[in-house]
Nanobody, 125 residues
Framework: QVQLVESGGGLVQAGGSLRLSCAAS?????????MGWFRQAPGKEREFVAA????????YYADSVKGRFTISKDNAKNTAYLQMNSLKPEDTAVYYC?????????????????WGQGTQVTVSS
């Protein structure tokens, strides 16, 4: 099994920055996994944010975060990151990381095999 643990969420003012981390562990986890970030705001469906393939490229972003968020992964640490800059109140959501054992970055949540418990990001205006 694979365990994913997100951290780094919190409360930030609009225009500020946060960096989310997703630490992966487990007997079957491999650096060959692709990683993704999704988010879910209250009353809304979960939506795609960013994804990165096992090798680090390509990467994909939702239009709403393109140019502001950057996804990366450190295979030596089994950790994925989401650097979030120029945050807006509409970025407020619970952010989830996910792992796809097939290694290809995907934008749909049904492509992912493992999920973290989520971390809350709140952006005040």
């Amino acid at each position: 099994q694979v365990q994913l643990v997100e951290s780094g969420g919190g409360l930030v003012q609009a225009g500020g920055s946060l960096r989310l981390s997703c630490a992966a562990s487990g007997r079957t986890f491999s650096t060959m996994y692709a990683m993704g970030w999704f988010r879910q705001a209250p009353g809304k469906e979960r939506e795609f944010v960013a994804a990165i393939s096992w090798s680090g490229a390509p990467t994909y972003y939702a239009d709403s975060v393109k140019g502001r968020f950057t996804i990366s992964k450190d295979n030596a640490k089994n950790t994925a990151y989401l650097q979030m800059n120029s945050l807006k109140p509409e970025d407020t959501a619970v952010y989830y990381c996910a792992a796809d054992r097939w290694g290809k970055a995907a934008v749909t949540d049904n492509a992912y095999d493992y999920w973290g418990q989520g971390t809350q990001v709140t952006v005040s205006s």
